[in-house]
């Protein structure tokens, strides 16, 4: 069964560091996102992405994160310096069309700032 | 502030009873709502979808919708101990893009 891979599953980094986190998602998928879910608490909307370009972000997605798909494979979050509250799991996820036919998500990258 | 809620539990069940999931939704003009199952840890995983109100059924599963009320449920038939875990309410947003999840039930079924 085609599955969205997520690397790395745990990354550790120093505050104000900047880290990127990478997704491959389902190949014939067309729309892409980005969850996080810090520990114990819901999960939460980062950020949607459609034809190369960012379709929807919520008030979590600000200045400090980025997203971007480099090459044909590759969806990758950016967060430029991270903050403590920043740790939390991150989930990246894909769909062949809009929400309505729910998505596949990722493993998951645990990122922990120190 | 568009919310889904949740009771997080625990709710535990017997194996082979029906355990009941319940959830509420604040923004009227949502139309896809979803299951999602959560093992600890684990990322979450599509269980259901429905879009009418009414019944879905799939295998021992079975979503509930009724939008006039704002209410969305899930039956779970014959409760197995690998049902154990964290059931995540979904609900599309106004833009269609984003899902907004409840903060999740816990069920704890019990050999």
């Known amino acids: 069964e085609p599955e969205v891979t997520q690397t790395p599953s745990h990354q550790v980094t120093q505050m104000g560091q900047e880290v990127i986190l990478r997704c491959v998602p389902i190949?014939?998928?067309?729309?892409f996102y980005w969850y996080r879910q810090i520990l114990g608490q819901k999960v939460e909307f980062l950020v949607s992405?459609?034809?190369?370009?960012?379709?929807?972000k919520s008030e979590i997605f600000d200045d400090q994160f980025s997203v971007e798909r480099p090459d044909g494979s590759n969806f990758t979050l950016k967060i430029r310096s991270t903050k403590l509250e920043d740790s939390a799991m991150y989930f990246c996820?894909?769909?062949?069309?809009?929400?309505?036919?729910?998505?596949?998500f990722g493993s998951g990258t645990r990122l922990t700032v120190v | 502030q568009k919310e889904v809620e949740q009771n997080s539990g625990p709710l535990s069940v017997p194996e082979g009873a029906i355990a009941s999931l319940n959830c509420t939704y604040s923004?009227?003009?949502?139309?896809?709502f979803f299951w999602y199952r959560q093992y600890s840890g684990k990322s979450p995983e599509l269980i259901m979808s429905?879009?009418?109100?009414g019944d879905k059924e799939d295998g021992r599963f079975t979503a509930q919708l009724n939008k006039a009320s704002q209410y969305v449920s899930l039956l779970i038939r014959d409760s197995q101990p690998s049902d154990s875990a964290t059931y995540l309410c979904?609900?599309?947003?106004?833009?269609?893009?984003?899902?907004?999840f409840g903060k999740g039930t816990t069920l704890s079924v019990s050999s």
């Open positions: 996820a894909s769909s062949e069309a809009l929400t309505s036919y729910g998505y596949t």
């Open positions: 190949s014939n998928h067309l729309y």
């Open positions: 992405f459609y034809n190369n370009e960012i379709s929807e």
């Open positions: 923004d009227r003009v949502s139309q896809s």
């Open positions: 429905i879009y009418s109100n």
């Open positions: 979904a609900v599309n947003d106004q833009a269609g893009t984003a899902l907004i």
